[in-house]
């Protein structure tokens, strides 16, 4: 296959190192807005050539893999749909519910294949806890912990365009959550808070937020999140149930210290962002588009799930802003 890689940023240059070594690709067609940039990682990675546009790619491509600014999904998207490609898009589909179903209904209307990239479904340790639940190894899972922590803030301009703590960070635990438990989340309460830079407060945001998640069968689920972990880059969940306790992200380099005497001592070489915690979920959930691209396998993360974790966050952010409980919308309107 060639595939058409839009975007040669941190994500874009992950995904095309990925891509090079994917079983099924034979070759990859790289453009971005900084042409020099896409230049650049053609040049480190084998079987890679540039284009100078969206279009271009579009042309030359059996499917495609959109790792641009988020304001640019939706039209890709679109143009991937009715262009009659398959699409691997990273989160978010669009900023916000309207924009999403919008996509979606392209998508749709096209009949194509659109993956959008929520990267924990294919982290082993994920994978495994999804089992263990399913399997009812746990017994009744009564209450689940999520944990979201960022070793540090993003850069100031990143944020204004991010959506948010709950909508760049929280909606991976929603979906995590969802996809674990197979359960729905029906109402949510959330707090946030800020103590460090001055621009998230600027930008209408949180730097640290908690929130309070009530599924359908009426399992309790916390996520925090954070952009100042110094200890870190620290993803988690919990897994409490009558029987057994089984937590996902728990491991060597979890930046974590016992308080207990002759405890554990942190790691030498904790996680320190999301690339490196992943780097094998990364891989794997490419490699899952490839073969679904191909016609081999189901799609195995639809662009259905962004928008149904989406409106989860979009009600913790009101919930936050209004400070009270609100009921889940599960559909746009």
Same mark, same amino acid.
């Given at each position: 296959m060639r595939v058409g890689l839009l975007g040669a940023g941190r994500i874009g240059s992950f995904h095309a190192e990925a891509l090079a070594t994917t079983e099924g690709v034979g070759e990859l067609v790289i453009a971005d807005a900084e042409p020099a940039r896409a230049r650049a990682l053609a040049g480190r990675v084998a079987g890679a050539r540039t284009v100078g546009s969206a279009r271009e790619v579009l042309a030359a491509s059996d499917a495609v893999v959109i790792a641009t600014a988020t304001a640019s999904h939706p039209e890709l998207i679109t143009r991937a749909a009715r262009a009659g490609l398959p699409a691997f898009c990273e989160k978010p589909l669009a900023l916000d519910p309207a924009g999403t179903a919008a996509a979606l209904r392209e998508v749709e209307a096209a009949g194509t294949l659109l993956q959008i990239g929520f990267q924990r479904r294919f982290d082993a340790g994920f994978r495994a806890?999804?089992?263990?639940?399913?399997?009812?190894?746990?017994?009744?899972?009564?209450?689940? +912990?999520?944990? *979201?922590?960022?070793?540090?803030?993003?850069?100031?301009?990143?944020? @204004?365009?991010?959506?948010?703590?709950?909508?760049?960070?929280?909606?991976?635990?929603?979906?995590?959550?969802?996809?674990?438990?197979?359960?729905?989340?029906?109402?949510?309460?959330? +707090?946030?808070? *800020?103590?460090?830079?001055?621009?998230?407060?600027?930008?209408?945001?949180?730097?640290?937020?908690?929130?309070?998640?009530?599924?359908?069968?009426?399992?309790?689920?916390?996520?925090?999140?954070?952009?100042? *972990?110094?200890?870190?880059?620290?993803?988690?969940?919990?897994?409490?149930?009558?029987?057994?306790?089984?937590?996902?992200?728990?491991?060597?380099?979890?930046?974590?210290?016992?308080?207990? @005497?002759?405890?554990?001592?942190?790691?030498?070489? @904790?996680?320190?962002?999301?690339?490196?915690?992943?780097?094998?979920?990364y891989r794997a959930e490419l490699a899952a588009f490839v073969e679904a691209a191909r016609g081999k396998s189901q799609n195995p993360c639809p662009g259905q799930e962004g928008l149904r974790a989406l409106l989860v966050a979009e009600a913790c952010e009101l919930s936050r802003r209004e400070n009270r409980p609100v009921r889940v919308a599960h559909s746009v309107g």
């Open positions: 806890a999804r089992e263990a639940l399913r399997s009812g190894a746990l017994g009744r899972v009564h209450t689940i +912990r999520c944990v *979201n922590s960022d070793a540090v803030p993003p850069p100031a301009e990143f944020v @204004p365009l991010s959506g948010g703590l709950f909508r760049d960070c929280l909606v991976h635990d929603v979906d995590a959550v969802r996809w674990v438990t197979g359960r729905e989340v029906v109402e949510v309460y959330a +707090r946030g808070s *800020n103590g460090g830079a001055a621009f998230f407060r600027e930008a209408g945001d949180v730097d640290t937020a908690t929130a309070l998640l009530t599924l359908d069968d009426g399992t309790l689920v916390t996520a925090t999140a954070t952009r100042y *972990n110094g200890a870190g880059y620290d993803v988690r969940m919990e897994l409490s149930g009558e029987r057994d306790q089984w937590v996902a992200g728990l491991g060597a380099r979890t930046p974590m210290t016992s308080a207990e @005497p002759g405890g554990p001592a942190g790691p030498e070489r @904790p996680w320190p962002g999301f690339l490196e915690r992943f780097a094998d979920a």
